[in-house]
């Protein structure tokens, strides 16, 4: 069997952009630093009044379709991923399908259609799903089409509010891949867990402090599940690490849990430890606590050294460039880190072909999956067909009042009747309610 893997990416950002130092801050009556330093976030992406997971899902799809030159004969099974579906029975890959089949003449009608479900981790599920379709064979010669699409929008009022962003991630599964070959090996660190759900409504009831608890400790295990099949992990052996980035300010508290262990044993623990000693070791210890609380000293040291300091800029800021100015994705969120510490490398001119990335996703609810990719030959053309600093740059400016509008205007409990703020261009719009109460969608020219 050939290499499986991620043959090309697209995205598509929310329109609109609200400034979280500058505009939302101040209203809140907070510092600005909290947003820009504590969570590591300037800025979030917005969907316009005409936006929603369908359209940015296929306009993200429609994207790359066009650029890759496919048909929808090409494609044998559509999955969408997203915890934001307005419909309980009708997959969003349908409304999808419905969108590309206005723009492409044929129609995907013996394409496998589905919606996964598992907070932010169901994107690289149905990478997963994708992945295992091709290898066993039954995609007869077809590759599958992976959109993870979300508005990631909380109750007004919820610490969550700081965090939120909206966009899609297109991604193309297919043989012998362009950007990216998955491994074979995969960790996962999975307990019931109710840190963050939303049983039957629309905005996520959080327990916000303990999320990032559950995060670092399911993240743990599925490390540990992935060396025990891939053997163990070494800092130097990664050249990037995209985590599932909620806000920047999560993966540096990942990143740091991660280092510490990737370590154990190692040169680097050596080196370090003329400065700060060796890790405690739980058997050194009697007493449980006193452990954790060597452990917690020894994290602090650790941060500050030159070679955590080192690695940290190498193999992990490149990873939130993108992040930082359009908040949490949720299911997209670990393919934009991708994409962003890809990006990086191609302005850096690094020469990324046959080097690693280890890949950290995670879903609230709560598992962590993590596995490593290998960059193939032709990863330029692909990074470089990516828009997303365009995308960025066009996005409208809200104010306050703005953003309460819009906040509203997607709340779907409330009725709100507003102009949009950009003039849509070649891109899928939303439309007016169907007689059954179902979402429409058109093409603008
Ligand atoms: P909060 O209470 O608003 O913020 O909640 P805070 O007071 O904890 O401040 C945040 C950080 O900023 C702290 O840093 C502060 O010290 C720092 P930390 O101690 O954590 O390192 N700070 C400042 N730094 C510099 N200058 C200042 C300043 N002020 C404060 N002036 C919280 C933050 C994340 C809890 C909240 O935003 C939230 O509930 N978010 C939603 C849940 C979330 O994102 N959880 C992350 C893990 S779960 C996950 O990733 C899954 C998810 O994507 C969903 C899914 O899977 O579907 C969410």
Not at 30 to 45: I, V
Not at 250 to 269: C, N, P, Q, S, W
Not at 272 to 300: C, K, L, N
Request: a negative charge; one cysteine or more; aromatic letters at 8%.
């Amino acid at each position: 069997m050939n290499s499986v893997g991620i043959d090309a990416v697209a995205v598509h950002a929310g329109k609109l952009r609200l400034d979280l130092a500058e505009t939302f801050a101040p209203a809140m009556d907070e510092d600005p630093g909290k947003y820009t330093k504590g969570l590591g976030l300037h800025a979030s992406s917005f969907p316009d009044v005409e936006e929603d997971i369908v359209t940015m899902g296929a306009n993200a799809a429609h994207k790359l379709m066009e650029r890759k030159g496919l048909t929808p004969e090409d494609i044998g099974r559509i999955d969408v991923a997203t915890e934001s579906a307005f419909d309980n029975a009708k997959p969003v890959s349908t409304y999808i399908a419905g969108c590309l089949e206005e723009v492409f003449e044929d129609d995907f009608h013996h394409a496998n259609k589905g919606e996964r479900k598992f907070a932010c981790i169901s994107g690289t599920q149905s990478l997963d799903d994708a992945y295992n379709w091709i290898r066993a064979g039954r995609h007869r010669g077809r590759a599958a089409l992976v959109i993870a699409t979300d508005t990631a929008l909380y109750a007004r009022g919820d610490a969550g509010e700081a965090t939120q962003g909206a966009g899609a991630v297109a991604m193309l599964i297919a043989e012998d891949p362009d950007l990216v070959e998955m491994s074979l090996e995969q960790g996962f660190g999975s307990a019931d867990e109710t840190d963050f759900l939303k049983p039957n409504q629309q905005f996520p009831s959080v327990d916000g402090k303990r999320s990032v608890q559950v995060y670092l400790a399911r993240m743990r295990e599925a490390l540990a599940d992935y060396e025990s099949v891939a053997g163990q992990t070494h800092p130097d052996q990664f050249e990037y690490i995209p985590f599932h980035t909620p806000f920047p300010g999560m993966v540096r508290k990942a990143a740091l849990f991660g280092y510490r262990h990737m370590i154990r044993d190692t040169d680097i623990e050596e080196t370090v430890a003329t400065d700060i000693g060796r890790q405690p070791r739980i058997e050194e210890f009697d007493d449980e606590s006193q452990y954790h609380d060597a452990v917690r000293e020894y994290m602090d040291a650790l941060k500050e050294t030159d070679a955590y300091g080192e690695w940290y800029d190498r193999a992990i800021e490149p990873t939130l460039d993108i992040a930082r100015h359009v908040g949490n994705w949720y299911t997209g969120s670990v393919h934009v880190a991708r994409a962003s510490a890809l990006r990086r490398a191609r302005e850096e001119d690094i020469d990324m072909a046959g080097k690693q990335l280890l890949v950290g996703s995670y879903g609230s609810g709560a598992q962590a999956e993590i596995h490593a990719e290998t960059v193939q030959e032709n990863w330029t053309d692909e990074i470089d067909a990516l828009d997303i600093d365009e995308q960025l740059t066009e996005r409208r400016d809200i104010t306050f009042e703005e953003y309460e509008e819009i906040h509203d205007v997607h709340n779907h409990d409330k009725e709100a009747d507003i102009d949009a703020f950009t003039t849509p261009s070649e891109e899928f719009v939303r439309d007016g309610p169907g007689p059954m109460d179902e979402r429409t969608y058109r093409y603008v020219e």
